[in-house]
């Protein structure tokens, strides 16, 4: 009793202490940003990891088996290889020995192509050998973990930006090389051509220290666009007509 009580507290504590961050967080892009400010505005008690619920539990191998899948990918068409994988392991995604141990005939009709099953074999392989893991791993700076994997052949800054993300939580990551980012800043922002990645960089320069934050509210924003712009995109529409 004592122990579940204790507990309770300590998520208690964790959830007033997440909240009161991001709170620090969404005041900061706010007064940064006046077009993240009305996509804030929009969106009141946004959860940047809700999405994330209709996942398998991800840890740190299975974050990036995850990212690896969504390379070149859309996330509709990476979650189905994701089902697939599941299947395949009883319902949920494998440990690496699992992997290892599992033909690469079997990953392959998942949905992996051959290139993405021997960069996630090796990946498998040094978790395997303790060459990586997820103390490690959570030990390293930003720019650590991204030298580190991109030393894997297959894995480039798109996978492991996303990796520090979704498995290791990073409050300031941003994936300028994203397409889908990139077209809904130029929707956003109102850019006559889809911007480089350079230029994403400069418009998020602004948002430091809590990219990932702002980064969470633009992916949303393309894939379920706020009732302000869909209204600025009909009377656009009305204009061209």
Excluded: C
């Amino acid at each position: 009793m004592f122990w579940g009580s204790s507990r309770k507290q300590l998520e208690l504590r964790s959830s007033v202490a997440l909240g009161m961050s991001r709170g620090k967080a969404i005041d900061h892009l706010r007064r940064s940003d006046p077009v993240l400010r009305r996509l804030i505005d929009s969106r009141p008690g946004f959860d940047p990891r809700a999405w994330m619920a209709e996942l398998p539990h991800l840890d740190s191998f299975g974050a990036i088996l995850f990212q690896v899948a969504g390379q070149q990918l859309s996330l509709q068409s990476t979650r189905s290889i994701i089902r697939k994988v599941m299947v395949l392991f009883g319902g949920r995604l494998p440990s690496p020995d699992e992997f290892l141990s599992t033909a690469p005939k079997s990953i392959l009709g998942a949905g992996f192509s051959r290139r993405k099953v021997t960069t996630l074999r090796e990946v498998a392989s040094q978790f395997s050998q303790s060459r990586l893991n997820e103390r490690m791993l959570r030990s390293l700076s930003d720019e650590e973990v991204e030298a580190r994997l991109t030393s894997i052949p297959g894995i480039g800054p798109w996978t492991v930006q996303g990796f520090l993300i979704i498995a290791l939580d990073r409050p300031d990551v941003i994936l300028p090389g994203d397409l889908a980012l990139r077209k809904v800043i130029g929707r956003v922002y109102d850019l006559p051509r889809l911007p480089s990645q350079a230029e994403v960089l400069r418009i998020a320069e602004p948002w430091r220290p809590y990219r990932s934050l702002a980064t969470s509210y633009l992916f949303q924003e393309a894939f379920d666009p706020s009732s302000h712009h869909r209204r600025v995109k009909s009377q656009r529409r009305a204009r061209r007509s």
